[in-house]
């Protein structure tokens, strides 16, 4: 059966006037209008296509893909507000999502960025969004665990930083004294599991803790090294926005890299920056010599 507010496969019934007609399966035939139909179709085709509610309450079907889906979290911008009804947001198709206003968590007006959840009401079958977000989060009953890769929607900056949906499921917290540059609200990240407290809230942060993180640093950096003659204009002095836009963490994770190229005699200081030492011939007593940049033939 064609799931409404999803993603689905569906093949073609039968084609008509206003376009064609695909199995819904239990939720019978549902329209692909004409604007929508694709230039290379082909006899005995499936199509992939997001199906909806229109504007008179119809099932219809979109090859459009909107920026949020039933069962998911997004930003959504505020495009118009009903007295009536609540607010429409803007999430990529023709007809705007309503936020009823029995789901909004403070008034909103045009212009203003929501982070809202997807769901189907039960008893219209209308697909609306809810700002009320606790509502929706935590329901799961996955486990997490330190250091795990997730991703992140930043939501809202906070005197302590900056609290995050974790995989549309929970909350987190990015801390300001972990966070290279300043983040913004309906921002998309890759993170990283620090701590996983007894209420199920979790710490995050946007680096790997531990080896895990400093490892493939460390090789990154020797990279660099190698690529730009055997020295860079990094070094424990560097501001944090630089070291972010050129090796993607933040200056805790760089300086710890550093130290642990320092200590394995890989590379020196040479203020402002380091160089790449040759260390394939070192014996103890006697010290690294600095890399020699090839020479093109």
């Known amino acids: 059966m064609a799931l409404i507010g999803r993603r689905n496969t569906l093949s073609i019934v039968r084609a008509a006037a206003p376009g064609l007609y695909l199995n819904g399966g239990e939720l019978g035939e549902i329209l692909l209008p004409g604007r929508y139909i694709p230039a290379n179709l082909k006899p005995g085709d499936r199509l992939d ?6 504007s008179e ?80 989060l935590g329901v799961s009953e996955t486990t997490y665990a330190e250091r795990q890769a997730v ?60 080896y895990k993180r400093i490892a493939p640093l460390r090789e990154q950096i020797v990279a660099a090294l190698e690529q730009n003659g055997g020295q860079l204009a990094f070094d424990d002095n560097s501001s944090p926005a630089a070291i972010r836009e050129k090796f993607a963490c933040s200056k805790n994770a760089f300086k710890l890299a550093l130290g642990a190229l320092y200590k394995a005699r890989r590379i020196r200081f040479e203020p402002p920056g380091i160089q790449l030492l040759d260390n394939s011939t070192f014996s103890p007593g006697v010290a690294p010599k600095p890399l020699q940049p090839k020479r093109s033939a």
């Open 49 to 54: 296509v997001f199906v909806y509610l229109d």
């Open 57 to 136: 309450d119809r099932l219809v079907a979109t090859t459009e893909t909107p920026k949020v889906m039933v069962g998911e979290f997004a930003c959504l911008k505020v495009i118009s507000v009903n007295s009536r009804v609540g607010a429409f947001l803007d999430w990529g198709l023709g007809k705007d999502l309503l936020l009823p206003f029995r789901e909004h968590d403070g008034p909103v007006r045009p212009g203003q960025f929501v982070t809202v959840y997807v769901l189907l009401d039960a008893t219209s079958h209308r697909i609306v969004a809810s700002a009320r977000l606790h509502r929706h």
């Open 151 to 210: 991703e992140l929607l930043i939501v809202s900056r906070t005197p302590l930083g900056y609290t995050a949906i974790v995989n549309n499921d929970r909350l987190g917290l990015l801390y300001h004294d972990k966070l290279a540059n300043p983040l913004t609200p309906g921002e998309r990240v890759k993170g990283f599991v620090r701590t996983v407290r007894p209420n199920g809230k979790l710490d995050l942060s946007l680096d790997a803790a531990g």
